[in-house]
Structure formats: structure tokens, C-alpha cells
């Protein structure tokens, strides 16, 4: 499973916080675009060829860009390779966020297996859950423990970020043990809106609610 953190981007830019979260949202898109562009030889972009590549319009590209001090010349566009060098390091910073996974189900399980998160910055080192099937045991050599154990493992870890893909009936329950533990910032794989204190930061990406803005959609074709 390849997961692209769309919606969970990492930085240490301090201009971060005065970037507005849909700017965020498009910036893996333009990176991805140069990137093909590069690939088939192309040295320079302009805003209205990386909206044709993209689908994004132009204008929204150009200001976007400037919150990344990201400008182009005139007649000649944007420099590919300085793009690609600016939103990679903005984006994807060469620190990687040490994490954990509560939640050993299907999707918990799948994210473990997906080796490509780090490279995006977040490496998962352990996993919680209460089956005692599967406590004590690895998965893509990240191993498994019990939920109980928790305070211990946390303790002196440097891991500060968990990600919850728990059933929704638990999910608030072992959001506040996270967080009473020490985690600070959440990646919510479940269709909970959990509630936590205004100093932990959370991130949703609910796969069934994408579903349902697909079907309906879809069925308004």
C-alpha cells in the first residue's frame, strides 16, 4: 500500500503556519508535475503548462509558489530543477518523524507494510493493539506491542506522533491514552472526529469519507 501524505505535510519552515492549509494540499501535486516534466527532458515550466499538467488554474499556481519563494522570469517560466529542490526540501524535510500505529487491522497493518512513508518523513517504529494474537509480534520488522505497555515505550522514545486507525468505538479512548502519554500530534485514519486539548495537532484522512464524496459524485454524473 503507497499512501502520498496529502493531507499531513511535514516541514520545518517556520512560515509554515501563514500558509493557508489548501496551498499545503497542492504543493505535492506541482511537485509531482515538474517532476514528470524533468523526466521528459523539459528544463523550464510556466504557470499555464503546469496547470495543464496539474488541472489546477494558473493564477492559483503563481500564489501559490510565492509562499515558497518560488518565482519565475519572464518568457522563460520556472526553473524545474530549483523547484523541485525548494518543494522538496520545504515539504520533505531530511528529519524524519519518528511514529507510532494504534490500531493492527487491515489498514493498520497495510501502513506498516507501506516502506515508501519514510521517504515523505514519517517513519513508523511500533505498533499497539489488544489482540493477543498478534502482540509480540512484527510486521515489515516493525514489532507489535501491547496497548498496556504504552507508558513505558513512549518514555524517552522521541516518538511524538500516533497514527490511529483503531475501531471508531475506541478511538477516543486510546486518543486520550496517546495524548496522556505524550503524543502530540495525531494522524487520524478513522471517521471519528476525535477531540483533544488545542495544543496537539491533528490530521484527518478518512478513507470512507473520500468514498462517499466519490459515490456521490459519481452518482450525480
Do not use: C
Not at 499545503?24 to 523526466?39: A, N
Not at 518514555?155 to 502519554?181: C, F, R, Y
Amino acid at each position: 500500500m503507497y499512501v502520498i501524505l496529502l493531507n499531513m505535510v511535514p516541514s520545518n519552515n517556520k512560515n509554515i503556519d501563514k500558509i493557508p492549509e489548501p496551498t499545503l494540499r497542492r504543493l505535492p501535486w506541482y511537485l509531482s508535475g515538474i517532476k514528470l516534466m524533468k523526466v521528459r527532458g523539459e528544463n523550464y515550466v510556466s504557470s499555464t503548462a503546469l496547470s495543464r499538467e496539474t488541472g489546477i488554474d494558473a493564477s492559483k499556481i503563481v500564489k501559490d509558489l510565492s509562499y515558497v519563494n518560488i518565482s519565475g522570469r519572464t518568457r522563460v517560466g520556472y526553473d524545474i530543477d530549483e523547484m523541485i529542490s525548494v518543494l522538496e526540501e520545504f515539504l520533505w524535510p531530511k528529519k524524519v518523524h519518528k511514529a507510532y500505529l494504534f490500531g493492527v487491522g487491515n489498514l493498520g497493518a497495510a501502513l506498516l507494510q507501506d516502506s515508501g512513508l519514510k521517504q515523505f518523513g514519517l517513519e513508523i517504529v511500533g505498533a499497539f493493539d489488544v489482540n493477543k494474537n498478534i502482540i509480540g509480534k512484527s510486521i515489515n520488522g516493525i514489532p507489535v506491542y501491547d496497548i498496556a505497555s504504552l507508558s513505558n515505550k513512549v518514555k524517552n522514545s522521541g516518538v511524538e506522533i500516533g497514527v490511529l486507525t483503531v475501531p471508531i468505538e475506541v478511538a477516543q479512548s486510546v486518543t486520550d491514552n496517546m495524548v496522556e502519554n505524550g503524543i502530540k500530534g495525531v494522524w487520524n485514519f478513522t471517521p471519528f472526529r476525535i477531540r483533544v486539548p488545542e495544543n496537539i495537532v491533528v490530521q484527518n484522512t478518512s478513507l470512507y469519507a473520500h468514498l462517499a464524496v466519490m459515490f456521490n459524485r459519481l452518482n450525480n454524473i
